[in-house]
T-cell receptor, first 117, second 116 residues
């Protein structure tokens, strides 16, 4: 069974607008962590934001926020005030077992975001 | 702080040839990962080391892939013999060996392998 699902192959947004990238996950482990990574055309994976399954508040990092809805098993990434440099692939990933030192990440298929002027 | 280094950045080989990739993690990072990212997909973990011991190699095709991390620092990933379906980007990542929410993985730029 697919553990991470990203249903949007591509998204378009105008500069300075907000955009939401969807991610749903599947796990029976009560302890898990959710990550978002950005992959520009250069290929490097850049960590954006993290949400733990026991965290009470939604994670925020600058212009990035994570809309965590545990009952729906969704962890959508919200990018506010989009910039041209935000154009990239975005991957949602999950690590089962939040408090372990061994972090096997399972990634979704990604969403390509294109920001237009 | 220097990031994760990988070489080469690009490699083109013919099927049945062998190839090796090198990774140097961030200094002090005990855990090292090799991922395979096929075009249009997310990265898939091939092998995870903690220091020089293997933690998880369940998705490593062991008949043709091998990896080692001698001395618990640098690592090499080898494919022998290569198949057409091995064409992918091979990403190396490292992380500190600690629990907690901020134990993120830092990725290198990747090696893009094309098998003809």
């Amino acid at each position: 069974a697919q553990k991470i699902t990203q249903t949007q192959p591509g998204m378009f947004v105008q500069e300075k607008e907000a955009v939401t990238l969807d991610c749903t996950y599947d796990t029976s482990d009560p302890s898990y962590g959710l990550f978002w990574y950005k992959q520009p055309s250069s290929g490097e994976m850049i960590f954006l934001i993290y949400q733990g399954s026991y965290d009470q508040q939604n994670a925020t990092e600058g212009r990035y926020s994570l809309n965590f809805q545990k009952a729906r098993k969704s962890a959508n990434l919200v990018i506010s005030a989009s910039q041209l440099g935000d154009s990239a692939m975005y991957f949602c990933a999950m690590r089962e077992g939040q408090n372990t030192g061994f972090q096997k990440l399972v990634f979704g298929t990604g969403t390509r975001l294109l920001v237009s002027p | 702080e220097a990031g994760v280094a990988q070489s080469p950045r690009y490699k083109i080989i013919e099927k049945r040839q062998s190839v090796a990739f090198w990774c140097n993690p961030i200094s002090g990072h005990a855990t090292l990962y090799w991922y395979q990212q096929i075009l249009g997909q997310g990265p898939k973990l091939l092998i995870q080391f903690q220091n020089n011991g293997v933690v998880d190699d369940s998705q490593l095709p062991k008949d043709r892939f091998s990896a080692e991390r001698l001395k618990g620092v640098d690592s090499t990933l080898k494919i022998q013999p290569a198949k057409l379906e091995d064409s992918a980007v091979y990403l190396c990542a490292s992380s500190l060996d600690r629990t907690g929410s901020d134990n993120e993985q830092f990725f290198g730029p990747g090696t893009r392998l094309t098998v003809l």
